[in-house]
């Protein structure tokens, strides 16, 4: 499992329903930011020039959901010659917070799903951090700078993503994402 630490006051925070008081993993957070980012794409009014999205299949029957993620990012030249890579959320009307002192401090939903997805990329490409060597989950996570254009940079994931369904005390049930690192 990677730990995630999330922020007081955090939208998501990587615990499992099944064990809410147990330990948060980057896992669950990160596909808990993915799923939150969909929702609020079905129910929030999308700011008109832009081309985001997010799509998440979820297949039961294998327990992965194929997640395709699109966002319009602003590259930056930062000191030391580094490339920054920024996204704004492209929905009006989010509530998310990443928290105050946490693994996060993304300021706005779109730009927690990209530093979600390239920091479990970076896990998962220690091949000592893999419960399954050869299986690969994000299959492609990269950042495309435009020929012109309002947003000058793309970031593009594709994921197949463990997932686990969890019942809830209660009735109903979740579905969230399954530890799958070291």
């Known amino acids: 499992m990677a730990d995630h630490t ?3 006051g955090a939208s998501v925070s990587g615990k499992s329903h099944a064990n809410p008081e147990g330990p948060a993993s980057k896992e669950r957070y990160t596909y808990g930011i993915l799923a939150l980012l969909e929702q609020e794409e079905n129910n929030l009014t999308r700011i008109t020039e832009r081309t985001d999205k997010v799509t998440i299949t979820a297949n039961l029957s294998t327990k ?12 930056a030249n930062a000191a030391g010659g580094n490339t920054t890579y920024s996204a704004t959320h492209y929905l009006t009307g989010s509530t998310f917070t990443s928290g105050t002192g946490g693994d996060s401090s993304a300021p706005n939903l779109a730009q927690a799903a990209m530093e979600g ?11 000592a951090r893999k419960l399954q060597p050869g299986k690969t989950v994000i299959t492609r996570c990269t950042h495309t700078l435009a020929a012109s254009g309002g947003s000058n940079a ?17 009735g109903g049930s979740v579905i969230e994402g399954k530890v799958f690192l070291n």
């Open 117 to 127: 997805v390239i920091a479990l990329k970076l896990l998962e490409l220690d091949p």
């Open 6 to 8: 999330s922020g007081a």
């Open 64 to 75: 992965t959901a194929s997640i395709d993620l699109l966002l319009n990012v602003v590259a």
């Open 154 to 170: 793309t970031f593009s994931a594709l994921l197949e993503f463990p997932i686990e369904v969890i019942s809830l005390p209660g």
